[in-house]
C-alpha cells in the first residue's frame, strides 16, 4: 500500500479547502441574488456574505463576475433537472410536473436570471441549454405516460409541456405582484385536468 506523504497530504487539504471556499461563493451569490436582486451583487457583497476577507479571491476562483453567475445558474439548472427526472418518473408525472413549476420557491430564481439574460449572452445560451434539455425530458415522459395509458390527447406532449410551463410561470410573475385575477379558474381548470388523466391512468 503506498505511503501518503505530507506533500500529498498537503495538497489533498488544500484541494478540500478549495472546494469548501468556491462553494461558499456560489453559495452567497445565490443568496445576495434572491435577497437583493441579482444587479445590487457585488463582489464585496459575495466575500462578506461568504465570510471570506479579500473579494478579490473572486476572481481567482472564477477570474471574472460573469463566470461566478455562471456556476451560481449550473449548479441551480442541474438541481432543478434531478429534480425534474423524479417528477416525471413518479406514478403522477403531470400533476408532479404542474406542482414544480407551481412551486413559488423557484420562480425568483427564474426571473433573476431571465433579467441577467438581457445583459449576458454566456448566461442566454445557457438558459436555452437546460431549457431545451428540460423540455426534452418532459416531452418523453409525458409521450411515455400516454402510451403506457392508452391515452389519445387532443394536444401533444410538447404543447402541454409548453402550456403547462408557461401558465404556471405566468401566474408565479403575476402573484409576486399581487395580480391573481383568473388564477383560480387556472388552477380550477387544471385540477379537472389531472384528475380526469389520473383516472385515465386508473383505468388503463
Known amino acids: 500500500m503506498s505511503e501518503i506523504t505530507p506533500s500529498r497530504a498537503r495538497r489533498k487539504t488544500s484541494l478540500a479547502a478549495s472546494t469548501v471556499t468556491r462553494d ?11 435577497e437583493e436582486g441579482y444587479a445590487a ?6 466575500a462578506e456574505k461568504a465570510s471570506i476577507k479579500s473579494h478579490q ?22 438541481g432543478t433537472l434531478k429534480t425534474l427526472d423524479s417528477a ?9 410536473l404542474w406542482e414544480y413549476y ?8 427564474a426571473m433573476e436570471f431571465m433579467a441577467v439574460a ?19 425530458l418532459e416531452i418523453e415522459a409525458i409521450s411515455r405516460h400516454f402510451a403506457g395509458r392508452g391515452l389519445h390527447e387532443t394536444v401533444t406532449p410538447a404543447v402541454l409541456s409548453l ?4 401558465l404556471a410561470r405566468v401566474m408565479g410573475r403575476e402573484a409576486t405582484l399581487g395580480l ?10 387544471m385540477e379537472t385536468y389531472l384528475r380526469q388523466f389520473d383516472a385515465g391512468r386508473a383505468n388503463s
Open 180 to 189: 391573481t385575477v383568473g388564477h383560480d379558474e387556472v388552477e380550477a381548470f
Open 24 to 34: 461558499a461563493l456560489i453559495d452567497a451569490t445565490e443568496q445576495l441574488i434572491r
Open 102 to 109: 407551481s412551486d413559488p420557491n423557484g420562480s425568483w430564481f
Open 88 to 96: 416525471l418518473n413518479s406514478s403522477n408525472p403531470l400533476r408532479s
Open 41 to 46: 451583487v457585488t463582489a464585496r457583497k459575495i
Open 163 to 166: 402550456a403547462m410551463a408557461s
Open 118 to 136: 438581457n445583459h449576458l449572452e454566456s448566461i442566454r445560451a445557457e438558459i436555452a441549454r437546460y431549457g431545451a434539455e428540460f423540455r426534452k
Open 57 to 78: 479571491i473572486i476572481y481567482y476562483y472564477f477570474g471574472t463576475h460573469e463566470e461566478l453567475l455562471l456556476e451560481v445558474f449550473r449548479r441551480r439548472a442541474e
